[in-house]
């Protein structure tokens, strides 16, 4: 893949705190600062074309046009270093012609600069402490002069150049109102200040010799060469609520048209606050904005005000007011025209007003609205739309509309069209907005506030929200690709809610991930990332306000793009779902759109052609209010109609009638100024033939006249040539005198300087050849010059020329007439009077020229003194350059050395340096570790005490319901006695059922007993003695109790021990009857074996037949004994039956027992049938 190239397409921001930051390059074209560019925007055609700031540079500090708008003056920060960038604005696009950033004086930055009226001159303003003023010819780099302009280290505010005089120079600030002139390569001050020192914050040039001054505490001055003419105060107070209400309803309804920023961080520069609506307060004078019939100055937050000067005074008197308008859907519509007003700018046409405030706006208005508006404030227009005024936190797209939706610290959601670049949403709300997603379709937005997480519904003219999530402080939050889902984190867990029902579905913990690969960020930090939809590219924002542009996968050399944006770290970026566009954001509240190429400059191709969507979301509450206004109108609309044809009728009659009475008048005018005319034709051809009769006299007069001089003058010429001649004749005499004894002179003069002139020409010549490299120099520099020179001269001379034909040619028609007139008079006696000058001339010079000869010999003598002294001086300077020379070459090897050590040296820390960077790295990671576990340490500690207490609570709740449960018992427990009691005497009482006067008797002891017994069990309730009993009672039985638990624990103890005794018996038991059966099976079957061995043949059974008495006898033997064994076997098998029986028996008994229990409720397994069978046998 090409590398990718991104190219400036618009920008959404100002710079409203770089000085002087606005200002018209033609009637159409204005220029502000954002970002770190400066932007030309037509604000007709609503184009942008962007003027890029210096390389690495770290912000624009002051801005300012020449007065022929060919050049513009940017001060800038490069690396830490103060930089002067002068632009041609005429080339396009723009570049640069000189830049100064070499400086043989002290300067940390520049923050006020000034070009002088023919824009050949800079003046530029250093910052505290050093404060010097500097007067630069910018062509050659070349400073004119320097003056330090305060020595207390005072803020200086503005510097400017009289618009009528190149060397005449304004300096204001704080206590500071100087006006300095530029005179013999110095700034002198002109002026010296009287009385109070004020705070003077801006001022303009009005006149040739007058500045208009404004301070801090609302009052303007009028100085003329450097003395006060004129004083006034500036008062304001609060609009009444009738023009508020008034202001609300010239409003529009739109979001879009009106309403002023408002931001939640007061300007730094407002220290003035009003405690009430109606009280009096000095405004601060910000700018001040000269125009040609009088100038515009701030007058305090969202306020300007319009002076005139007065005819025939030196005095102006305030003449308009101009106004920020209220802002009715702001969350504080009083706060929004607080804002104070920086910069001012009239147009070249001076037909409109522009103007710049504290909080990144940019207002406009045309002059003639201000002259129409007579008695009433007139209200400024946003020149574009309202920008955001902090840093923008959020920012998204969405697909199905070109739109993007940013949120700012200014506590406002703004949505803007990056295809028609304008604003098409805009809302503000109380708290701060950290995150923002836009739903794919573009209907809905995710606005995650300090307090909330809120879903709102972009409708047609407003932001309105129908779901709250209570999320606090989210700061980042998404819409999934196809819109179903959406996802907002909270602290380290992110919670995912459906768009359809709007409920929290999961929540995720806990991310791992691995890293693929990493690449140096080159001496930046990157705070901001974005990957193509495509995959093939990335670009990247970082701290410094650069964006990046490389290829994906990551190179691993450095190959990127890098491009100025910013003036701040940029905190979002984002791609469009085509990859056509680049957005970006930042902490200098600006809004960047990129265009992105590919290397050969061609747009990125588009995977599929998706036109956008026009749907808007309204209201029904909205269309059916809409509908009802247009069934109103309407109904107006046809009464207005009606009302207006039947007064045109009416107006029609009464305009028909008066037009009649006027033709009338006129025809009868025409025929009266006909006979006028008429009669004065006549009189005037009689006056023109009385005119040319007396012009044809005085023409032969004159001719007359004109002869008798002539010949007069003709005698005294002759007789005045005679006498020019004689003295002519005598001063050739005197010269040949004079040259002969000259002469002499000469020859004893230049024996003895051709000495002088031999000792020197040799030195001459070694210096000619340094002064003639020198000069090859000057002489290039010196072309350049005039070629520029001759540029300039030309179009300057063709413009002279043209005035000098036209004012020639009537001068010569004015002089043919009068020297026509005079003739050859004046000429005569002009040659008179110069004969007799040069007569006396001629007489002074030979005076003169005896002066200069005894002048000469005496310089002689001197000169010849001079020769021997400076012979002497040559000698000991000789003496004095060679022991120079000498001292000059010690110290060359002494440098030699030392650059050895300091090489070695650097080496050393280089090395240190390489080994010192790792364990920083490793510190620094172990110091984040260390951090986090005492932040979880925390989180523990603060956890465990939180559940300590809820144990704490709960036992006590226990034990206060574990003492009900026993009072409750205790009750019972009386009760159920008292019934038995009752019972028992109830059946006694039975007995006598026949007998109805015992049966009352004990019918009535009952009553008795138990009745009083009930009263006498409430009053023993109040008795001690009987409770002390009680008590004492109940503490012998608990004590008998737990004497009983803990012999039943012990004896359980000891069962145990018992039964897991014997439970271990009777496993070695069965173990040993289990080998007593495998040792059974194994001799039967040795047996069977046996006897199957020893099977005798027919042969041998003979043998058999005689061995047959031995052989009963044996037989007889062996079945006895097999007896006795089986008997001792069912003896040991029985036995051990009947033990197991007592041991299960006594293992019932002890698991009745309470507290006790069986290990692990083991079981002994019962004899299996086939054993028991097999024991038998």
């Known amino acids: 893949m090409s590398t990718v190239v991104a190219q400036w397409l618009h920008v959404f921001g100002l710079r409203a705190h770089v000085a002087n930051n606005i200002f018209f390059f033609d009637e159409q074209i204005i220029i502000y ?66 830049v100064l950033n070499t400086f043989d004086f002290p300067v940390q930055k520049f923050i006020s600069m000034a070009f002088s009226p023919d824009s050949k001159y800079l003046l530029t303003q250093t910052s505290p402490p050093e404060s010097n003023l500097v007067y630069w010819l910018w062509e050659k780099q070349k400073v004119m002069a320097i003056i330090r302009t305060d020595t207390q280290n005072n803020p200086i505010y503005q510097v400017s150049i009289n618009p009528q ?172 025209d607080k804002q104070d007003i920086l910069c001012m700018c009239f147009s070249p046409s001076e037909e409109t007003l522009v103007a710049s405030t504290s909080k990144n706006q940019i207002y406009s208005i045309s002059m003639s609205l201000t002259e129409i508006s007579k008695g009433e404030p007139a209200h400024f227009e946003y020149l574009m739309y309202p920008l955001h005024s902090a840093s923008i936190t959020g920012l998204s797209t969405c697909i199905r509309k070109p739109l993007i939706a940013t949120c700012s610290l200014d506590r406002s959601v703004r949505i803007w069209n990056y295809e028609s670049n304008t604003l098409e949403l805009f809302k503000e709300y109380q708290e701060e907005a950290y995150t923002i997603s836009l739903h794919p379709s573009g209907h809905f937005v995710v606005v995650g506030f300090a307090d909330k997480l809120r879903l709102m519904n972009l409708l047609i003219d407003d932001i309105r929200s129908f779901k709250e999530y209570s999320i606090r402080g989210c700061r980042e939050c998404a819409f999934s690709n196809g819109g179903h889902l959406f996802a907002a984190i909270n602290g380290n867990v992110i919670h ?40 093939r590219m990335m670009f990247v924002g970082t701290s410094v306000g650069t964006i990046r542009a490389m290829k994906y996968p990551l190179p691993l050399q450095k190959e990127f793009n890098e491009y100025q944006a910013h003036a701040g770290p940029i905190t979002k970026m984002l791609l469009t779902f085509d990859d056509q566009y680049l ?65 045109l009728r009416l107006k029609d009659m009464n305009y028909s009638e008066k037009i009649k009475e006027l033709t009338d008048k006129f025809l009868q005018e025409m025929e009266s100024l006909k006979t006028k005319n008429q009669v004065l034709r006549t009189e005037k051809e009689k006056q023109d033939i009385s005119h040319r009769e007396r012009i044809e006299d005085l023409l032969d007069k ?119 007139l005079k003739g050859e008079t004046g000429i005569m006696r002009k040659k008179f009077s110069s004969l007799q000058k040069e007569i006396e001339e001629r007489t002074n010079d030979i005076e003169m ?29 000789d003496e004095t350059i060679q022991d120079k020379e000498k001292r000059i070459y010690d110290l060359k090897k002494k440098n030699q050395e030392l650059e050895k050590f300091k090489f070695v040296l650097d080496y050393k820390i280089k090395e ?206 062996s079945p006895i004994r097999r007896l006795k064994e089986q008997e001792e076997t069912n003896r040991i098998i029985e036995m051990q039956r009947l033990e197991i029986r007592r041991l299960r028996d006594q293992i019932q008994e002890q698991e009745q027992v309470p507290g006790f229990h069986t290990i692990a409720g083991i079981r002994l397994p019962s004899m299996p049938d086939s054993d028991v069978n097999m024991m038998s046998k």
């Open 165 to 336: 005089d190149n060397t005449q120079v304004c300096v204001t600030g704080n206590g500071m109102f100087k006006l300095l002139r530029f005179a013999e390569g110095t700034l002198k001050q002109t002026n010296f200040q009287r009385g109070e020192s004020q705070n003077y914050l801006a001022h303009a040039w009005v006149a040739e010799d007058k500045v208009i001054v404004g301070t801090d505490t609302g009052k303007l001055f009028l100085f003329e060469s450097g003395d006060q003419r004129w004083e006034t105060n500036i008062m304001v107070k609060e609009p009444t609520a009738s023009s508020k209400n008034l202001e609300v309803i010239h409003e529009s309804e739109s979001l879009v048209e009106f309403p002023p920023v408002s931001s939640p961080v007061p300007s730094f520069e407002q220290i003035v606050t009003t405690s009430s609506h109606n009280q009096l307060v000095m405004p601060r004078v910000f700018a001040i904005a000269a125009y040609s019939k009088g100038f515009a100055c701030s007058a305090g937050p969202g306020r300007v005000l319009l002076f005139e000067k007065i005819e025939e005074k030196d005095f102006y008197r305030e003449s308009r007011e101009i106004r920020i308008p209220v802002d009715p859907q702001s969350n504080d519509p009083s706060q929004s």
């Open 33 to 98: 600062p954002s970002g770190n560019h400066c932007v030309k925007y037509n604000v007709d055609q609503k184009w942008q074309k962007f003027i890029p700031g210096s390389d690495k540079s770290q912000g624009m500090l002051a801005l300012s046009i020449s007065p022929n708008r060919r050049y513009l003056a940017i001060s800038e920060i490069v690396q830490e270093k103060p930089v002067i960038t002068i632009y041609e604005l005429s080339s396009i696009p723009c570049r640069k012609r000189k």
């Open 496 to 535: 995912v809610f459906t768009t359809t029902s709007l409920e929290n579905i999961t929540n995720l913990k806990g991310h791992t991930g691995k890293v693929l690969r990493e690449m140096s960020a080159f001496d930046v930090v990157y705070t901001a990332i974005v990957i193509s939809h495509s995959g």
């Open 849 to 877: 020229l005896k002066g200069e000869q005894e002048k000469l010999q005496g310089v002689i003598r001197s000169l010849e003194k001079d020769i021997q002294g400076l012979k002497r001086e040559i000698q000991e300077r």
């Open 583 to 647: 957005l970006t954001t930042a902490e200098d509240g600006c809004l960047f759109t990129w265009k992105v190429f590919d290397k050969d400059g061609r747009g990125i191709k588009r995977e599929r052609e998706v036109g956008f969507a026009e749907e808007v979301l309204v209201t029904k509450t909205d269309m059916e209010e809409k509908a009802q206004i247009m069934l109103e109108l309407k109904t107006r609309v046809e009464e207005l109609k009606m009302e207006n044809e039947y007064q």
């Open 912 to 1117: 240190l340096k390489k080994q010192i960077e790792p364990r920083e790295n490793e510190i620094k990671e172990m110091k984040e570790q260390i951090q986090e576990m005492e932040a979880e340490l925390e989180r523990f500690h603060k956890q465990n005490t939180q559940l300590e207490l809820n144990i704490t609570e709960l036992w006590q709740k226990l034990r206060a319901t574990d003492q009900e449960m026993r009072k409750e018992k205790q009750k019972e427990r009386d009760l159920e006695a008292v019934v038995k009691w009752f019972k028992t005497d109830l059946h006694n009482c039975v007995a006598y059922i026949q007998e109805p006067p015992l049966l009352k008797e004990k019918v009535r002891g009952l009553f008795e007993k138990y009745v009083q017994r009930a009263d006498m069990v409430e009053m023993a309730g109040l008795n001690t003695d009987l409770q002390q009993e009680y008590a004492r009672q109940r503490e012998h039985l608990e004590r008998n109790l737990a004497t009983i638990k803990k012999k039943v624990l012990k004896e359980s103890e000891l069962h145990r021990t018992d039964y897991v005794r014997i439970m271990q018996e009777n496993v070695s038991l069965i173990k040993e009857i289990n080998e007593l059966r495998r040792e059974l099976k194994f001799t039967r079957s040795q047996v069977y074996d046996l006897e199957a061995a020893l099977k005798l043949s027919k042969k041998i059974r003979t043998q058999e037949d005689q061995e047959t008495v031995p052989s009963r006898d044996l037989p007889r033997v």
């Open 702 to 820: 004159q001719n007359r006249e004109l002869q008798d001089l002539e010949c007069c003058n003709n005698q005294k010429l002759l007789l005045e040539y005679e006498k020019y001649q004689e003295l002519q004749l005598k001063s050739q005499r005197m010269q040949e005198e004079y040259e002969k004894q000259l002469r002499d002179n000469d020859e004893t003069k230049s024996q003895a300087l051709e000495e002088l002139t031999e000792f020197y020409e040799a030195k001459l010549q070694e210096k000619t050849t340094l002064l003639e490299e020198a000069q090859e120099d000057v002489r290039q520099q010196l072309r350049e010059f005039e070629e520029t020179k001759k540029q300039t001269e030309e179009d300057e001379d063709r413009e002279i020329q043209d005035i000098k034909i036209k004012y020639e040619k009537k001068l010569r028609e004015e002089k043919e007439s009068n020297l026509r």
